[in-house]
């Protein structure tokens, strides 16, 4: 293999697995030091350069980073049952513990004079809007509902996010002199370009719901919802009760939301029923559990058929029972099991099987593209629409996805829109901002806490289940206390305390090799990495994790270490006589909207 | 050294043999010498061979004596027997031990100063006895813990960090142990691992005096020009004269080697060891052949690795002394006291 190319940023940046996971690329070991150093102001302000959101987000994302974080892997085969590092709810750690940091949001650069608009207060809107509003645009959000927040305030219940963290994580965005339009529905595309927008900005989600047009769907007309209008409705007070009796339809995040908001509401018996097996649905594994907490049967495998109706009136639905089977190429097909049809009494339904773009409101002829999917052509990494001043992002651009992703393109789109403005390729992307730092402080001390501990994975209190349960306001977590807290941020391994190779200074003494918990580093002749990552001291069968292979060392083997494992604890640089390991500090944050994303040729111009 | 334990987790591939441990079960206290000491090396190789041999903690003697190398049974298997003893006296402890109790393996580790200055009585003894145990000594030409004088070991001509140069003549332990009757003689380099594990299995598996000298460079006060036991001027004068393999069982030799390429040494307990020869005409049973070759290639400066000696039919003290097989401490009090008609039998033996 030829030697690792550590000054390629994807190198390093890939070790820290959270971060590369993460499609915001929130520097999260870095955030989650300060978080047990009790510096929770910093730690919010990490965490809100990188996602805007943070305790939004520290209650409601996705987390694509926990199933990435190296703890599962490394607690692999030691016993306990191996747990990510709770991310997340560190996050909101972080959020929920810090006090005014208001001293600390930035100033924004003075106006540069142009005007930009965004379509839908959103995730992916406001994001834009902060990054544009730092870099001196003028920016005004025009959003339908009164208060900005789209889909984080409409769906997500509040009993998993209170309204007082959206006003003030929205509050900080406005703060910066972003002007908020609320109650204003954008009916023409034409129409708001005609208004002379130097960029326009569409973040407006995903915003309608797929309907299951059974038979006596018409008929029981008044007891079946959309998942996502009835979830809006609940939110804005307009629903206060359902049936005792509710069905949800649906495997995803959404229905779970349907249903634990419909057992706050009145339904005692609340269902949610899938085609799909249990394993694949959609929603995420924690999403299903809390919902299982709360009393919620799951059945899997049943197709719904038809929805019963006595004198208009929804009595029950019919599921027919299927059972998965896989095709050579892994391809599922649901197979009828032939057992008689399953009858389920109910008094409401809500149906939450899916979202799809809608854009009723652009003009077709306006020069701007949809794919055959009805969504708009876009360039993958600019965002720009084939109407160059218009640009798309969140659900808006690709379909649903999730708030992570809204900002992630937010940022993206930003910086599309700095360029486009300033006369710059927007295909031309920024590279991100990267430092390597070494963290030794003296002989046995490092700048970070290198002792790895076999904590386990921190429960999250809740409160108690009646109390939860008797209002949709009640927020179920309670979040991490400064102790839990603390024993959750030590589990992080600090994936980017990077393990650093000097081969000029190593003498092949072995001492890396011999103190190693983990049997990551080898010395050995070089060979393609198949037949490396065979040779290793233990073998490195994680091909999604790269082989670190240095130049030749004096025997003329090179060293090879397996990331995949590294506990990070720095044993190797404690043990090497000469420093040839080194302990240093990757810190990496994307480019944002301004100056910093402009091309060096085009600044060099304009000086 | 390092402050923090090393952490247990491990490698989530890491086996178990057949007595159910996993390598790092074979692990002690972490080290406290020097970062990059060759000692270390020693204590993993140790670690690695035993946990191949399937060795049972429990049923190891580690002894040694005071120096770096002394310290270094701490280092590793940490749920074994230990004994640190007097200066230079290990083998006589040993030795001691196991003819109360020939069940246990037994290893002693010493160093240069430890059995090449103060214990040379010892070591040249316990040789000559044919003790049944494995004698590393670590080898690094120095005193490490009082700053780094010559030690016995260190060449002539050679020079200390300070830039003295050494006028003394070494003593070369290899040749003592052979002299002296040791039926299993090797040298190893810290820094080939390959080379050293199957040694040191090789010598678990030998019965009788097993004797391992180990060149193991000091990184703070032996490691620099000038110095003929560093890192680099070892690799570049190691002359190996074969390579072991060692085989559990005769039947399980699958590996064909050309002829005359390999020379087979079964051993008492049915071992095999399978020599691929690196020189063409050394033969590791002719032992005055080795002497000779041995000590014209170190004329030469060569560091002449491998192993040197090995003597098939060995036979050890207790078959010399022809003891009883049980340990003593199985005995009952009637067996080691059989009485005054046992004594007067005896007596009578010898009117």
């Known amino acids: ?607 | 050294m390092t402050y923090l334990a090393k952490p247990k987790l491990h490698h989530p591939s890491l086996a178990q043999n057949k007595v159910c441990y996993t390598r790092r079960d074979y692990e002690g206290r972490v080290s406290t010498l020097c970062a990059g000491c060759g000692h270390d090396s020693i204590s993993a190789a140790i670690i690695q061979a035993c946990w191949e041999m399937d060795v049972e903690p429990h049923r190891v003697a580690k002894m040694s004596g005071i120096g770096c190398s002394s310290k270094t049974p701490d280092y590793f298997l940490g749920n074994s027997h230990g004994f640190n003893t007097v200066h230079g006296r290990m083998p006589s402890v040993l030795t001691g031990a196991n003819l109360a109790n020939r069940s246990l393996l037994y290893l002693g580790v010493s160093g240069d100063g430890d059995s090449a200055s103060i214990g040379i009585g010892q070591f040249a003894h316990v040789m000559r006895r044919g003790v049944n145990m494995v004698y590393i000594l670590e080898n690094n030409g120095v005193y490490g813990l009082t700053k780094g004088q010559f030690s016995a070991t260190a060449d002539q001509g050679s020079k200390s960090k300070k830039g003295a140069i050494n006028t003394e003549s070494p003593i070369d332990t290899i040749s003592l142990a052979l002299q002296m009757g040791a039926t299993f003689v090797a040298r190893g380099f810290s820094g080939d691992k390959k080379q050293l594990v199957p040694i040191i299995k090789a010598a678990i598996a030998h019965k009788g005096a097993a004797f391992i000298d180990v060149i193991s460079p000091c990184v703070t006060f032996n490691n620099h020009a000038g110095s003929t036991k560093s890192y680099d001027y070892v690799r570049e004068h190691n002359e190996a004269v074969n390579r072991v393999d060692f085989i559990p069982t005769r039947q399980e030799i699958v590996v064909d080697y050309a002829e005359g390429q390999v020379i087979e040494v079964e051993q008492h307990d049915g071992t095999v060891l399978l020599l691929r020869k690196l020189h063409r005409d050394y033969d590791p049973h002719d032992k005055v052949g080795a002497m000779n070759y041995i000590t014209k290639h170190q004329a030469e400066g060569e560091v002449v690795t491998g192993l040197l000696y090995v003597d098939n039919d060995a036979g050890d003290l207790h078959e010399h002394l022809n003891t009883i097989d049980a340990p003593l401490n199985t005995l009952g009090a009637k067996q080691l006291s059989p009485g005054m008609a046992a004594l007067e039998k005896i007596n009578q033996r010898l009117r």
């Open chain 1, 1 to 607: 293999m030829r030697p690792t190319d550590t000054r390629d940023p994807d190198y390093f940046h890939k070790v820290v697995d959270c971060q590369w996971a993460c499609p915001a690329h929130t520097p999260v070991p870095e955030y989650i030091r300060l978080v047990s150093a009790g510096r929770y102001d910093a730690a919010y302000m990490v965490n809100w350069w990188s996602n805007v959101f943070p305790g939004v987000l520290g209650r409601t994302c996705d987390r694509p980073c926990e199933p990435a974080c190296r703890r599962s892997r490394v607690e692999e085969g030691n016993g306990e049952k191996p747990q990510p590092v709770a991310i997340c709810r560190l996050k909101r750690v972080a959020a929920d513990h810090k006090g005014e940091v208001a001293a600390q949001m930035p100033k924004p650069r003075p106006r540069n004079g142009k005007r930009v608009a965004c379509v839908g207060g959103g995730p992916a809107s406001m994001t834009v809007a902060r990054d544009l509003a730092l870099a001196g645009y003028q920016v005004t959000v025009f959003e339908s509902d009164p208060k900005p927040g789209g889909f984080m305030r409409s769906q997500v219940p509040r009993f998993r996010l209170p309204e007082s963290v959206i006003d003030e994580e929205c509050g900080f965005i406005t703060e910066l002199g972003v002007e908020f339009r609320g109650g204003t529905r954008i009916g023409s595309l034409k129409d708001l370009l005609a208004q002379g927008w130097d960029a326009v900005f569409v973040g407006s989600g995903a915003p309608r719901a797929r309907d299951l047009d059974l038979p006596g769907r018409k008929e029981a007309a008044a007891h079946i919802h959309l998942g996502i209008d009835w979830l809006a409705s609940v939110s804005f007070g307009h629903v206060e009760k359902i049936g005792r009796r509710v069905i949800v339809l649906g495997g995803g995040n959404t229905a779970m939301d349907c249903c634990r908001s419909a057992r706050r509401l009145g339904g005692e018996e609340v269902k949610v029923i899938v085609r799909s097996g249990f394993d694949e649905m959609k929603a995420s594994p924690w999403e299903k559990e809390d919902a299982m907490h709360e009393g919620i049967p799951i059945l899997n495998y049943h197709v719904p058929k038809t929805f019963e109706h006595e004198q208009g009136r929804l009595v029950a639905m019919t599921f027919e029972l299927v059972r998965a089977e896989f095709d050579g190429n892994g391809r599922r097909t649901l197979v009828p099991t032939g057992a008689p049809d399953v009858r389920v009494e109910c008094d409401d339904v809500l149906v939450a099987v899916g979202q799809e773009n809608a854009f009723p409101w652009i003009e077709r002829d306006i020069g701007l593209e949809f794919d055959r999917w009805g969504l708009p052509v876009l360039g993958a990494a600019s965002l720009q629409s084939t109407l160059p001043r218009v640009f798309f992002g969140g659900d808006a651009a690709f379909g649903p996805k999730n708030i992570i992703w809204a900002v992630a393109h937010g940022h993206e789109a930003a910086v599309s829109i700095d360029k486009f403005l300033q006369g710059e390729d927007v295909n031309e992307r920024p590279p991100p901002m990267v430092t390597l730092v070494s963290q030794k402080m003296g002989i046995h001390e490092w700048s970070y806490d290198n002792e790895i501990t076999r904590e386990q994975r921190q429960v999250v209190p809740w409160v108690a289940k009646e109390l939860a349960l008797s209002s949709i306001k009640v927020e179920v977590e309670l979040g991490f206390d400064a102790q839990a807290a603390c024993k959750e941020a030590a589990r992080c391994l600090n994936c980017d305390a990077q393990t650093v190779f000097l081969k000029d200074a190593c003498i092949e003494c072995d001492a890396c090799v011999d103190i190693c918990p983990m049997d990551c580093i080898t010395f050995t002749t070089n060979a393609d990495e198949a037949e490396l990552r065979k040779r290793l001291s233990a073998p490195a069968l994680n091909l999604s994790q790269d082989l670190y292979v240095s130049d030749h060392v004096k025997t003329g083997r090179v060293m090879v270490k397996d990331e995949d494992v590294c506990l990070h604890c720095g044993l190797c640089a404690e043990r090497c006589p000469t420093g040839a390991w080194d302990m240093q500090k990757f810190l990496l944050q994307t480019t944002k909207a301004g100056p910093g994303c402009r091309s060096k040729t085009t600044l060099g111009a304009a000086a």
